[in-house]
């Protein structure tokens, strides 16, 4: 059986989402059909919404 691969979204506060290959770990700006890196064919996105955790990160620091 193969395993299933596919893209990270990782959004992020001040600067644009990146696209994690779940299967080399090679970074993107946008999803593509095929990995550069590994030649994988990713089968969607799953989202990660880091942006949360630097907003928290971000009011923790300007108290």
Same mark, same amino acid.
């Not at 696209?19 to 550069?36: A, F, Q």
């Given at each position: &059986?193969?395993?299933?691969?596919?893209?990270?979204?990782?959004?992020?506060? /001040?600067?644009? =989402? +990146?696209?994690?290959? *779940? *299967?080399? $770990?090679?970074? +993107?700006?946008?999803?593509? %059909? #095929?990995?550069?890196?590994? $030649?994988? +064919?990713? %089968? $969607? #996105?799953?989202?990660?919404?880091?942006? #949360? =955790? %630097?907003?928290? /990160? /971000? =009011?923790? &620091?300007?108290?």
């Amino acid at each position: &059986m193969r395993k299933k691969i596919y893209w990270i979204r990782k959004t992020h506060l /001040f600067s644009r =989402d +990146e696209y994690i290959c *779940s *299967s080399c $770990g090679h970074r +993107e700006y946008k999803p593509l %059909e #095929v990995c550069p890196k590994c $030649g994988a +064919e990713p %089968e $969607g #996105v799953k989202y990660k919404a880091t942006w #949360v =955790d %630097e907003a928290e /990160f /971000f =009011d923790i &620091m300007n108290e």
